[in-house]
């Protein structure tokens, strides 16, 4: 096998064991209530739009979004949406039957109950904790948390999928995404 092949071979192994099923987010989030707290509380029942400011903490089972402002909005279903404003705004969900935490930041998030998936924009990170310590990291301007497929996604500044013209939080502005070594567990 030839070195490039090789190299090929570990970049893609390493990608694969990024995005592994393990990866995502606890199932069992799915069927919790949302809880959110706040200096400020304003709801509209017709449009069913709930606005909350001021120190925002919202809760769905493991996940946790922390924010300067937060608007909720429950579709005729009962599927609620948020989209937080913040500097920034902090996202945190443990991975489903390993002892890790995905944790994010970025000056904008949506989440979808419905989709189960987080879209951080405006310098975005999204890192993976490993027993308290972090370990991979993923940079862009937006960064995008599919839990139910499995996937993310991150795009640079100014990239098509990119909805906003600032610098992400990498000083090229472009994607950067750091994989830690698997560490071999002891005997």
């Given at each position: 096998m030839s070195q490039a092949t090789r190299i090929k071979t570990l970049c893609l192994s390493l990608m694969l064991g990024l995005v592994s099923p393990s990866l995502f987010a606890e199932r069992a989030d799915r069927t919790k209530p949302m809880t959110v707290e706040a200096d400020h509380f304003v709801h509209d029942e017709a449009r069913r739009i709930s606005k909350f400011q001021g120190k925002v903490?919202?809760?769905?089972?493991?996940?946790q979004i922390r924010a300067d402002e937060l608007e909720v909005i429950e579709d005729q279903e009962g599927y609620q949406s948020a989209t937080a404003l913040g500097k920034p705004v902090e996202f945190r969900q443990k991975r489903e039957a390993v002892n890790e935490m995905i944790e994010g930041q970025a000056r904008k998030?949506?989440?979808?109950?419905?989709?189960?998936i987080v879209r951080l924009e405006d310098a975005a990170e999204m890192r993976r904790v490993v027993e308290g310590k972090a370990a991979d990291l993923m940079q862009g301007e937006l960064i995008v948390y599919d839990s139910r497929k499995e996937r993310y996604e991150v795009n640079r500044a100014g990239s098509p999928a990119s909805s906003t013209s600032a610098q992400a939080s990498n000083p090229s502005g472009r994607v950067r995404v750091v994989i830690q070594p698997k560490v071999e567990s002891k005997p």
């Open positions: 903490i919202l809760s769905k089972g493991s996940l998030l949506f989440y979808s109950a419905r989709d189960e």
